[in-house]
């Protein structure tokens, strides 16, 4: 068949990017066209890399050189909570690593990674179009795909169309098979704060001397989470100053409380937390910068057929709690940046079309089911999230963060939780945060939830990809252990009186 091109991808952002790099790699005399609806990016959001995301973009993309001088080295995930809105800010939980994290990850200015990434398709043989929206898609299999672009009406065919525009889910939504995720109602706001305080401020060292001396790296670098029932919220630092801040809560437990406009209630929210009134008392919000999304989760019935295939967010997306986005568009748009070149070299590729459709449903359901499913209901609680966190990131680190080190080119054509290894995982993970939530639940019930978030700081060695992991796993054992001793006792102590329905920033709003 005469096609205009290869390769036809919507969508010039990280996933699309990625993919066209990967294709072009792997196969270089494929013609690849990648159409880009927006003439510049905008800041974005997601700029918190995890261990996954980062090995595969220093490991495989090739970036560790571009990320170690335009972006900033991230220093680990650091979790706050507190009892009510009036505790001092030194008596607040802290979890998090005393030191410096020992993996690379980094805090990304979406923008500018993007754009970078896109360059470096285009360096390797992409063809860009740009600003052009793709406003008509027709897939006719081996015959080709037809894509209609706003840009002097222009019409290509390729043999592969690559899904990679984000929530616009442009092919799930044509095809019938985009379905929202009901089980797990959560929206998000943020936006870009000038004005933050420094977490490690000279002041501070004179008026917070024990939180000072306590922690051996700056917490400026981490992403900080103030934690609280049904929501949370993060806090990231910006190469050149500015801070992106953002809630992300369950509208079954909680409501951002009213205001003027989102900026405000967000800014509000924070200064109702010790901690974020410490840190956003004299921040402002950067006109402009401000967004909004609801019902954040979705996924893609079906993520590819003969001649299509969705990556990265245009395939599904979950929470970004642990910011896994950019995992999922590594894996996705690795995964299918691999078979599209091998069928363009003359290869077969119906077994891997096939897996894919097969395989991403599990990793989608897995990864909600065992991390995210009804973790809003303890997530305020310091003594269960911390357990859940430990054995969150220790599960992390033994199921994808050691075999990415170990062998990346293997791993990231491996799409998570395949297997029987891959559903053992799964159901053991799946059963613990089944049990910290029932034991959160019995804690509102009991007036119990948050009664020791004050007074203790829980400081790590940090995670290292190797077994000295099971240390922090034995830690969050330990810990959920204590936890359903806990609850034995709550089992039979008498229920105490519903707690006040109130906006509060730490206090249960709802049993
Ligand atoms: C509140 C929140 C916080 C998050 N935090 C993190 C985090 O800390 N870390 C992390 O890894 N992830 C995070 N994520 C997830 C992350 O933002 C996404 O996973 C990631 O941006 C997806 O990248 P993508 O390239 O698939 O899609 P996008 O970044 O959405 O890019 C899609 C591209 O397609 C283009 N496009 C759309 N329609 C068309 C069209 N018709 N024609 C041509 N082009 C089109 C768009 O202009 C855009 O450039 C967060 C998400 C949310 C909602």
Excluded at 38 to 58: H, I, L, P, Q
Excluded at 159 to 182: C, E, M, Q, V
Excluded at 242 to 262: C, M
Aim: hydrophobic share 40%; net charge positive; charged share 25%.
């Amino acid at each position: 068949m005469d096609f205009d091109y290869d390769v036809v991808i919507i969508g010039g952002a990280f996933s699309g990017a990625a993919t066209a790099l990967m294709i072009k790699r792997k196969h270089p005399g494929a013609r690849v066209l990648i159409i880009e609806k927006n003439a510049a990016f905008d800041r974005k959001v997601g700029e918190s890399t995890t261990e996954v995301s980062s090995c595969y973009m220093t490991r495989i993309l090739g970036l560790a050189n571009y990320l170690g001088h335009e972006q900033l080295a991230k220093q680990g995930l650091r979790m706050w909570f507190c009892n009510s809105p009036e505790q001092k800010f030194d008596d607040c939980v802290e979890i998090g690593p005393r030191y410096n994290a020992r993996v690379q990850t980094f805090q990304v200015d979406r923008a500018k990674l993007d754009s970078h990434l896109l360059q470096c398709a285009a360096n390797a043989g992409s063809e860009l179009w740009r600003p052009a929206k793709v406003a008509k898609i027709e897939l006719k299999g081996a015959n080709g795909q037809a894509v209609d672009v706003d840009l002097g009406q222009r019409s290509v065919r390729a043999r592969w169309l690559i899904d990679a525009s984000g929530r616009a889910t442009l092919l799930a939504r044509k095809l019938g098979h985009y379905r929202p995720n009901n089980e797990h109602p959560i929206n998000a706001v943020w936006a870009r704060f000038t004005g933050v305080k420094d977490w490690d401020s000279y002041d501070w060292r004179e008026k917070f001397r024990d939180y000072m001396d306590a922690c051996r790296t700056a917490r400026s670098w981490a992403t900080n989470h103030l934690m609280g029932h049904g929501w949370w919220c993060w806090i990231i630092p910006l190469r050149g100053g500015d801070v992106s801040a953002g809630i992300v809560y369950d509208s079954r437990i909680f409501q951002l409380p009213e205001g003027a406009n989102i900026a405000e209630r967000l800014h509000a929210h924070i200064l109702t937390n010790p901690v974020g009134r410490e840190i956003f008392r004299d921040a402002h919000a950067i006109e402009g910068d401000v967004h909004a999304f609801s019902a954040l989760p979705y996924y893609s019935q079906k993520v590819c057929g003969d001649g299509w295939a969705c990556v990265g967010d245009a395939a599904g997306f979950i929470d970004p709690l642990y910011s896994p986005g950019l995992d999922f568009c590594s894996y996705t748009s690795n995964y299918v940046a691999d078979f599209v070149a091998r069928n363009l070299m003359g290869e077969d590729v119906t077994a891997s079309v096939a897996h894919y459709n097969e395989q991403y449903p599990i990793m989608y359901r897995s990864w909600f089911e065992t991390l995210y499913k009804d973790k809003y209901y303890y997530m305020g609680d310091a003594e269960l999230m911390s357990a859940g966190f430990l054995l969150d990131v220790a599960s992390y680190y033994f199921g994808l963060v050691i075999p990415a080190y170990r062998d990346p080119e293997k791993a990231f054509l491996e799409l998570p939780f395949h297997g029987t290894r891959g559903r053992m995982a799964a159901s053991a993970i799946k059963f613990y945060n089944r049990r910290l939530v029932a034991l959160a639940k019995r804690r509102l019930a009991t007036g119990h939830f948050a009664r020791r978030n004050a007074g203790w700081r829980e400081l790590y060695d940090g995670f290292v990809p190797d077994s000295r992991v099971m240390k922090l796993l034995r830690k969050g054992l330990l810990r959920w252990w204590k936890a359903e001793l806990t609850n034995l006792r709550l089992m039979f102590a008498s229920p105490a009186a519903t707690p006040a329905k109130r906006q509060s920033a730490v206090a249960p709003m709802e049993v």
